[in-house]
C-alpha cells in the first residue's frame, strides 16, 4: 500500500484522520524509549523520528526529513567517526523485520548503507581488540598423525578399506579464531562488499576500510548456516562482540540471507531513525570527539547533559529545531543543569558562579564547521546558541 507521507513535525492531513480515529497515537512519552507510531501524538503531528510505519490494515506511514535535500550518508559517516560513537549509534534506529514491508520514498532509502557503515565500524572497534578465538570440534583424515580421538567407523570406510594406511580418521578440539561468531562477521562483511559495489562512487574510503577489515579475517571461513547464525549470541566476556553481531545478524536478513539479493529496494520493512541522537552523534564529531576535555552523555540529579567543555565549564545541549530562536522548556532544562551537584563537580565548579549555557542547532545557513562565535540569548543571562549546517544532497 502507498503510504501517507508527511515531514517531521507537521500533521496528517484532514482527509486521513476518521479513518485513523481508532489509532491511539500517543506521542514520545520517553525520550530514551522506543516511539510508538514514529511518535505522532493524539493532534495526529509527527515528531523528531523519520521512517515508516504501519497505523492500521488499510494504512500506513512514511515520516520524511524537515531537512530538504538532507545526506544521511555524510551524516552517518561523520557519527561513527567517534570511536566511542558506534555503540551509541544502535540507539539511533530500529528496523521492525517481522512486520509487512511499505513502500518507501526516494529520500528514506537508506537503511542498507546505515547497516553497512554501522557494521563496519563496530567491526573496525571488534578487530583493534583482536578477533575472539575459542575450541571447536573438528573432523578430519589425518595424514601419518593422531589427533583427538579415533572415530573407527569412518577410519574404516575411509582408509583401511581403501587400503590407505597413511590416513587415520579422528575427531579433535582446536582452538582458533575460525568459530561461528566470527564466521557471521565474515559473512556479513562479504555482504557489505557486494552492497559496496553497486555504488560506483562515493564510498571509496569506505570501501578501503572494508578491504582492510576483510584481510583482519583472512584465517576465517564465511561458511555458515541459517541455522547456526539464528543460535549465535555474544559471549559476555566479549562484549564488544554484541553490537557486532547483532548488526550482522540484521545485515543477513536485510538481504534474506543470499548475495543475490544485494541491493537498495523500494519497499523496506518499517523502521525509524531518531534525528535528534543522529544530530547528537554528528555533532560530537563537530567537537571532535570525547576527550578529557569533552565528556558526552553526562548524568546528573536534573538529567542528562549531552556535552561538558571542561577547559571552558561550559554546558552543551543539541535540539534538533532549525531557524531555532529559544525555547523556555529548553532553558529550564539547561538552567537545572547548570545548577545540578554531579554536572557541576564533573565540570570541576565548587562555587556558585554562573556557568555557560551552550544550544547547537541546524541552520541551513551556516558552515558545516562549528564557530567559537556564539549568539547571545539575550532574553537570559549567560545563554548561547549556535547554528551548524547538515550535509545536504547537491540540487
Not at 202 to 215: C, D, I, P, S, T
Amino acid at each position: 500500500m502507498k503510504p501517507i507521507i508527511i515531514k517531521e513535525h507537521e500533521t496528517i492531513p484532514e482527509e486521513y484522520r476518521d479513518s485513523l480515529k481508532s489509532v491511539q497515537f500517543s506521542g514520545v512519552k520517553d525520550f530514551m524509549g522506543e516511539p510508538k507510531f514514529l511518535g505522532i501524538d493524539s493532534c495526529f503531528r509527527a515528531s523528531y523520528f523519520v521512517g515508516t510505519c504501519s497505523l492500521s490494515e488499510d494504512f500506513s506511514i512514511a515520516v520524511l526529513p524537515k531537512i530538504k535535500n538532507i545526506d544521511f550518508i555524510k551524516i552517518f559517516l561523520s557519527a561513527l567517526e567517534v570511536d566511542s560513537a558506534a555503540d551509541y549509534f544502535s540507539k539511533c534506529y530500529r528496523i521492525y523485520f517481522d512486520e509487512p514491508a511499505i513502500k518507501t520514498p526516494d529520500s528514506l532509502n537508506v537503511l542498507s548503507p546505515l547497516l553497512v557503515l554501522h557494521f563496519i565500524s563496530l567491526t573496525e572497534k571488534l578487530v583493534k581488540r583482536g578477533l575472539k578465538r575459542g575450541y571447536i570440534i573438528r573432523e578430519e583424515n589425518l595424514k601419518s598423525k593422531i589427533k583427538g580421538k579415533i572415530l573407527w567407523a569412518e577410519h574404516l570406510h575411509q582408509n583401511i578399506f581403501q587400503k590407505r594406511e597413511d590416513r587415520i580418521f579422528c575427531r579433535f578440539q582446536e582452538y582458533t579464531s575460525d568459530i561461528p561468531e566470527n564466521r557471521l562477521l565474515k559473512k556479513a562483511l562479504l555482504f557489505c562488499a557486494k552492497f559496496l559495489e553497486t555504488y560506483k562512487t562515493g564510498f571509496e574510503n569506505v570501501k578501503k576500510r572494508l578491504l582492510n577489515l576483510q584481510q583482519k579475517f583472512a584465517g576465517v571461513s564465511d561458511e555458515i548456516e541459517v541455522s547456526q547464525i539464528q543460535k549465535i549470541t555474544a559471549n559476555k566476556l566479549f562484549f564488544s562482540y554484541k553490537s557486532a553481531v547483532k548488526v550482522a545478524k540484521m545485515i543477513l536478513r536485510r538481504f534474506d540471507y543470499s548475495l543475490r539479493n544485494v541491493k537498495e529496494t523500494f519497499e523496506n520493512p518499517p523502521f525509524y531513525i531518531d534525528m535528534s541522537r543522529l544530530f547528537e552523534l554528528y555533532v560530537l564529531n563537530l567537537l571532535g570527539g570525547e576527550n578529557e576535555n569533552l565528556r558526552f552523555q553526562v548524568h546528573g540529579y536534573s538529567g542528562v547533559a549531552d556535552f561538558l567543555k571542561i577547559d571552558e565549564q561550559i554546558i552543551i545541549d543539541t535540539k534538533y529545531k532549525p531557524d531555532y530562536g529559544y525555547d523556555n522548556q529548553d532553558i529550564r532544562q539547561l538552567s537545572g543543569y547548570a545548577r545540578d551537584r554531579k554536572i557541576l563537580s564533573v565540570l570541576n565548579v565548587a562555587d556558585d558562579r554562573e556557568i555557560k549555557c551552550l544550544i547547537i542547532y541546524p541552520d541551513e545557513n551556516a558552515s558545516g564547521k562549528l564557530s567559537d562565535q556564539y549568539v547571545e540569548i539575550r532574553e537570559f543571562r549567560n545563554f548561547y546558541k549556535l547554528g551548524v549546517k547538515l550535509p545536504e544532497y547537491p540540487l
